[in-house]
C-alpha cells in the first residue's frame, strides 16, 4: 500500500480526503494544529513555513497532497508564511528526499478574474482575484519548474468549493463532493502519465463555468452534479449582492480584503505569554 502525506490534514478538505482514501493508502496526515484521528492513520505535527518540519514529514511517502497553508484572502504576512514560503518549502523537501508525485490542491480563485459568463479551461491566462489567488499561482508556476528542471510529477487541482452539498448560487457552479475530490486527488496518485497537469475541482455541474475536457482525459468520471441542490439553494439566496463579487467567478474574493477564515490556524502566543507557562 501506497503512503501518502497529506498537509493541512486537520482542514474540512484534509478531513473529507482523509475520510475517502483512508481504505486505499496508508495515510500520513500532518498539519499545525491537533487532529482528530480518523481510522488508522499517523499524525504529525509540522510547520511547513519551516523547512525542517518540510524535510521530516517528506520522507519515506509516495505521494504528497498539499493542502497546508491559508485557504482563503487575508493579510499577505500569513500568505506569505503559509502558502508562499511554505509552498516553496514542500516542494524543494519532496525533491530532496526524492518524492516525485505531488498533489497541489490549487484553487479556482487562480483564475477569479474570470467572468461568470465566460467558459474558461485549463490553458487561460491566469486572472487570479487577491494575495490567496496569486500564491496559488505561485504553487502552480513553482510546480512547473520543478516538473520541467526536476522531472517531478504534479496534478494542481483548481479547486471549486469542496463540501458535502453545494452552499450558494456562485457555489452551484464551482462545487465539488468529497467523493469526487477523491477521485481526482486518486488519478494524481496513480495516473502513470501526468508530468505537469492542470485540472478544475469541480463536480459535473450543470451550471459550471469551467471546460474540464483535461481532467475527462486523464479518466475524471464525476459521480455528482450540483443541479440537485439548485432548487434548495436558490430559494435561500437574496438579491442584490456586491455587484463586482456577482461579477466575477470568485465571487466576494474579487471585492473583499479578507474572506473570514473557514478554518483558522492558532494565534502564536506572545513571547511574555510563553514565558508566563
Ligand atoms: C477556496 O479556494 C477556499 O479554500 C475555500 O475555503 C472556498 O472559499 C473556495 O475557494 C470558494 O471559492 O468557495
Redesign the pocket.
Known sequence: MKTILITGAAG??GTHLRRELAAKYNIRASDLRSLKKIAKETYVRADVSKMADALRITKGVDAIVHLGGY??EGPWEGILNANIIGCYNMFEAARRNGVKRIIFPT???AV?FYRRDETIDHRVYIKPDGR?GVS?VFGEALGSVYADKYGMQFLMIR????NPAPIDK??LS?WISPRDIAQLVTIGIEHPQIKFEIVYGISANKRAWYDNSNAFRLGYKPQDDSEKYATEVLARERPGGDPIAEKYQ??V?CAAEE?P??APLPKKKSRAARKRK
Open positions: 474540512d478538505v485557504s482563503v484553487s479556482n480563485h477569479g490567496y496559488k479547486i471549486g468549493n469542496v456562485r457555489r464551482i470568485g465571487g474574493f474572506v477564515n473557514p
